[in-house]
């Protein structure tokens, strides 16, 4: 496979590739099995802390932890609140539409949908009367035209909801880069996924903002049935499960499809206009796809003990829970809503009970054990180790049920314990593209900062773009791309992985041999500042050190970001590479990017 590439690529960021790939094979275990290392000392628990607990350490965060106490630092992690992050909610605030209500988000998207329908609607009058253009009157009428956002440094805006999918992006990136409250967007993002909605279905696309802002950021340290029920209204989540089609099967009467009818037609002028039934019409139906969904990847997991009658009882007590097609709020239909009772995992809901149906059902997973297991799984898989402890998955789920699902509670009891600072969980996990990007920006001393070059309305679109899979040659073949168009070239593109399941939170998926290439071609990237929105590589970075001598040079980068942990194949290996380069070029001046770019490829880097 290796040759394959090396005959197929023979750039330079191809040879730096292969180096990595000399550097040790990520998919094998950290150390041997076997192996007996001694306990973590102080300065390694302060560096996993800042690894797991956060996106990795900035020069002299080790320092600052020392001297405040490891201890006083995790206890204001947990407690975000009492963390200052003003600065990154200014720098935040230039994102308009993460400031948006999602009435207003949604009224964008339905208003450019209309649009488009109705152009599709004359440009079809127009073809069958021979070719005639569509009047200047319906393209310039407010109702035609396409929602628009300020053109920033001129050109043409993109569309809203692109807008708002490449700020949402964009956003998460700078709040991990730049936040203080490291923890809390771990968090955010691990409950994101959990709960996961693929951006590129319909109305999602601008949904999500509100749901990141208002169901995700509030509740990942409260209570989980507080995030279950969030998560349940959540219009962006009735959308991209279905259940705001979910509804009992019922009969309307010739006068209400009328009604229906003039709606469509006051919401879609033009739009084809169906024939009335002159006996009453049957509508609606059951959508599992929420219901199953709840149990098997939300609260019980696929073993949690539900059957598939369970399945099809838990989407009759969601029906008629739906979105408003005015507002895109949540809202409640009762006319929808399948009153018969029902039997949900032993427990017996009588009917008419209407919403609480729904509410029931929420009160009865966030409760079952089967949920305290499953959570406090993936929470010790996400921050201890792949394989997670089978005794520290108890007593975390044990804490879980007698807190009432209190999320901080569970947290503090994994990462408080002692498999979260044993030695085999020592940078244990593989980084994902996303985790890989921004450690790599803090481990520099970088931050995230407006692009020089390339105007905002323009780098929106090539994000958004990318992320819909648009135009993937033109914008992956660019020189200079932006972080978020990084991290969607290594393979995790933010918001947007189709299945519900959401990205894995088992690392060792993550390493293949196409995708170590693609990081160690961003690492060059980045190192050589072809990073758009990234600020330039610091002097510090090898202050004071002589480029002419190679050994100091890499013992510098060892130090700033390995953290002096460099493995003796590591450095051999990358010593190797700096004497064939040498011989190459008839010199021994280090060229710093290509030898920064090789450390943050290397094993030691890239797991955390």
């Known amino acids: 496979m290796l040759n394959l590439l090396v005959r197929r690529r023979t750039s330079r960021c191809c040879r730096l590739a292969v180096a990595v790939f000399a550097l040790g094979a990520l998919t094998g275990p950290a150390r041997a099995a076997d192996d007996q290392p001694p306990p973590l000392t102080e300065r390694q628990r302060i560096i996993h802390v800042l690894n797991r607990c956060g996106y990795g350490p900035r020069p002299g965060d080790v320092e600052w932890i020392e001297g405040i106490g490891l201890t006083a630092y995790m206890r204001q992690q947990l407690h975000p609140e009492t963390i200052d992050d003003s600065a990154l909610r200014a720098e935040l605030a230039r994102f308009d539409t993460l400031n948006m209500s999602a009435t207003e988000l949604f009224r964008d998207f339905r208003d450019l949908q209309q649009a488009n329908k109705q152009r599709q609607i004359e440009r079809a009058n127009a073809e069958k009367n021979g070719g005639a253009t569509m009047t200047d009157s319906s393209t310039n009428s407010p109702s035609a035209r396409p929602a628009q956002a300020k053109r920033p440094n001129g050109g043409e805006p993109p569309r809203r909801s692109q807008i708002a999918v490449a700020e949402l992006q964009d956003a998460k990136i700078i709040s991990a880069v730049d936040s203080p409250r490291q923890l809390y967007e771990v968090l955010v993002d691990f409950w994101s996924n ?33 995030l ?56 609606g139906g059951l959508n599992e796809n929420y219901a199953r969904e709840i149990m098997e990847l939300h609260t019980l997991g696929v073993d949690g ?62 409760s079952h ?34 807190t009432d699902g209190d999320l901080r509670a569970v947290v503090q009891t994994i990462i408080y314990s002692p498999e979260f600072f044993s030695p085999q969980a020592y940078r244990a996990k593989i980084k994902s593209p996303f985790e890989f990007a921004v450690s790599a920006v803090r481990a520099t001393g970088r ?42 070239e290594m393979g995790q593109p933010l918001f947007a992985y189709q299945a519900p399941t959401g990205y894995t939170e088992d ?21 050589e500042h072809k990073v758009v929105n990234v600020s ?45 380069k040498e011989e190459d070029d008839d010199s021994s001046t280090v060229n710093v990017p290509e030898l920064t770019a090789l450390v943050l490829g290397s094993p030691e880097f890239q797991r955390h």
């Open 194 to 226: 959990h709960f996961n909605i693929d951006v590129r279905k319909g109305p999602c696309r601008v949904l999500k903002v509100a749901d990141e802002r208002d169901v995700i950021r509030p509740h990942v340290l409260g209570k989980f049935r507080d």
């Open 228 to 283: 279950l029920g969030a998560s349940a209204k959540s219009p962006a989540m009735l959308h991209y499960l279905d259940n705001f089609e979910n509804s009992a099967p019922r009969e309307i009467s010739p006068n209400e499809q009328r009604r229906r009818q003039q709606y469509v037609q006051q919401q879609n002028p033009g739009a084809p206009v169906e024939a009335i039934d002159t006996k009453p019409k049957k509508v």
């Open 305 to 366: 003990g539900y059957t598939q009658k369970d399945v099809q009882e838990v989407a009759r007590c969601f029906t008629g829970w739906g979105v408003d097609p005015q507002t895109g709020l949540f809202a409640f239909a009762p006319r929808r809503h399948d009153n018969g009772p029902k039997t949900v995992l032993g427990h017996e809901i009588p009917a008419n009970g209407g919403m609480q149906d729904g509410e029931t059902v929420l009160d009865i997973l966030a």
């Open 369 to 402: 054990p089967s949920t305290a297991k499953f959570i406090s799984t993936e929470l010790c898989r996400r921050l201890v180790a792949d394989d997670p402890p089978p005794a520290l998955v108890e007593r975390a789920a044990a804490v879980f049920r007698t």
């Open 447 to 488: 931050t995230i900062v407006a692009d020089d070059l390339v105007p905002a309305n323009r780098r929106l679109a090539m994000e958004a773009g990318a992320t819909f899979d648009r135009n993937m040659d033109r914008i992956m073949n660019a020189p200079r791309k932006s972080l978020d168009l990084a991290v969607i």
């Open 507 to 527: 690392s060792r998926k993550w390493v293949n041999a196409g995708a170590l290439i693609a990081r160690i071609n961003f690492a060059l990237a980045l190192s």
């Open 536 to 580: 330039p590589p610091p002097p510090d970075l090898i202050r004071g050190v002589d480029s002419d001598k190679p050994d100091l040079v890499l013992d510098q980068l060892n130090r700033v970001l390995l953290h002096g942990e460099m493995a003796p194949a590591t450095r051999a290996t990358l010593e190797k590479q700096i004497s064939d």
